[in-house]
């Protein structure tokens, strides 16, 4: 999960930085903030970035990248599946922030 986030920041910085934060919130929860000074995701965009096949429209020239869409949409159903969450803000050209928190212990249902 943190390699797809971390890969993305990577690729979508082509100069900046790129920063990780891993820190326990409480006893029974732990998160990893992976933010960027990258190129951003627009409002319209970040709405829809954690869904299957989406990518965002990238009007930056500079930074073509492929793929499928399907990183941070397979990233946020496992974060779900071990009862966790993911945000996700953004300000185009400015760069982006993830925030995942997980679970120490996953509870039984």
């Not at 951003?40 to 989406?54: A, K, M, P, Q």
């Amino acid at each position: 999960m943190i390699t797809n986030i971390v890969s993305n920041a990577i690729r979508y910085t082509e100069s900046g930085t790129i920063e990780i934060e891993c820190r326990t919130l409480d006893r029974n929860r732990w998160e990893i903030i992976v933010s960027d000074t990258g190129i951003g995701i627009s409002e319209e965009d970040l709405v829809n970035i954690l869904n299957h096949y989406y990518r965002a429209d990238s009007k930056n020239d500079s930074c073509l990248i492929d793929g499928t869409g399907l990183g941070l949409a397979i990233v946020s159903q496992t974060i779900q599946l071990i009862q966790g969450e993911i945000k996700a803000e953004s300000v185009l050209g400015s760069g982006s922030k993830f925030t995942v928190i997980v679970p120490f212990k996953v509870q039984d249902n």
